[in-house]
């Protein structure tokens, strides 16, 4: 009877380890997943900002057409990878309009009128701030990711994985090339 005893509170405590386990991955991958939502929210909102400055500038240097077609073709391929869950696609596209939003700073510079209007301003400081929050939602999800990576990788949790559904994630990590200052002539 005894014997009995201890195989069921072994049973039961091998049960709770799983369940334990299991819960531990599925809950560091769905914050993984909730901490790439946040990236792709401040690059929409990035996006979302980029038609205002656009057309206040616009307004100042209407023969500037290049910078805005590219500012335009770059504020569509962030829309559209911000829909899937490409991290490596999600990082090319934030440098593109990255380097789109400098030339687009570097028109404005010749135009001391510009640099002085109240909405340019404004509009400017909201990219400041949303490029700060794009900073910040990288980190955090590459503190999650590597919270999850860690746990995928080690013993005991690596022998849930599979049962869990849960799989190593990619780091969000700048493109090549996009560390270097963008040239702007005119």
Known sequence: M???IIVGVVVVA???????GFNKLRTS??????ALGGIDVQLTRRADLIPN??????????????VFE???KARANVQQAAAGNDVPAKA?????????????????????????????????????DTENQISFARQYYNDAVAKLNTLVKTI??????????VHE??????????????RVEF
Do not use: C
């Open 156 to 165: 005991p949790w690596l022998f849930f994985t599979g049962m869990a559904g």
């Open 92 to 128: 090319a596209a934030d440098a593109q309009l990255q380097g789109a939003l400098v030339h687009l700073n570097a028109v404005a510079e010749a135009y001391p009128d510009l640099k002085a209007n109240a909405n340019f301003l404004d509009l400017q400081q909201q990219l400041a």
């Open 29 to 34: 991958d769905v914050g993984a997943q909730e």
């Open 70 to 72: 590219e500012i335009t």
């Open 53 to 66: 400055l656009v057309d206040t500038v616009k307004g100042y240097a209407a023969h500037e057409r290049e």
């Open 2 to 4: 005894t014997a009995l």
């Open 14 to 20: 091998l049960i709770l380890f799983g369940v334990s």
């Open 169 to 182: 994630r990619e780091f969000y990590e700048a493109p090549a090339g996009s560390t270097e200052v963008p």
